[in-house]
């Protein structure tokens, strides 16, 4: 493939600098549903999202609660808690069902604390998108734990359904 079929260094160097942000760079007071649509839009939107197909809405986050994928609000506002379980349901929603992801929810959280768990999720999501962009090894080895192994191909998944996506956009809107 030549130079000319392939995303420009400018488009890669965007989608590698995909950040989710951490537990502590959460919102330190709850926030109100419009606000925890526009945080997480704020951050997804330019890598998941477009004007046609948002990343997140309100119906989608009431739908989630109503399933119990997520816990409710407390008093309508939604806490650090909630801001994770909607980053990686929003990312992991693009490969796989919302029953999938919930049982991915609960595996992790029998693993370990919520907190630690989202930060691997983050780290390990980035080094991905990062490793399939630069078309650099990320490497899932046979001493690597059931647990990380399956986070790894998690988000593996993810970043080549992302890099297919950016190609045949870059592909068609030249």
């Known amino acids: ?3 000319d079929r392939t995303l420009t260094n400018v488009e890669n160097k965007k989608t590698t600098n995909f950040h989710i942000p951490r537990w502590n760079e959460f919102p330190e007071i709850d926030i109100y549903l419009d606000q925890l649509v526009t945080y997480i839009e704020n951050y997804l939107n330019p890598y998941i999202g477009s004007e046609e197909t948002p990343v997140i809405t309100k119906t989608m986050i ?3 609660v109503k399933q119990n994928v997520i816990p409710a609000p407390v008093k309508k506002k939604y806490s650090r808690e909630h801001i994770a379980y ?3 349901i929003c990312t992991l ?3 796989y069902s919302i029953s999938n992801i919930s049982k991915l929810i609960s595996f992790a959280g029998n ?8 930060d691997q999720f983050c780290l390990e999501l980035e080094n991905a998108v990062k490793s ?10 046979s001493s690597t734990s059931i647990e990380h192994k399956l986070l790894k191909s998690v988000v593996l998944s993810f970043a080549h359904k992302l ?3 950016r190609t045949f956009s870059f592909e068609y809107n030249k």
Do not use: A
């Open 111 to 118: 693993v370990s604390n919520l907190v630690t768990s989202y």
């Open 93 to 95: 929603k693009q490969v």
């Open 1 to 3: 493939m030549s130079n």
């Open 62 to 64: 009431n739908n989630y």
């Open 86 to 88: 909607l980053f990686v």
């Open 163 to 165: 890099y297919v996506e």
């Open 132 to 141: 399939v962009f630069n078309n650099t090894e990320y490497e899932i080895t």
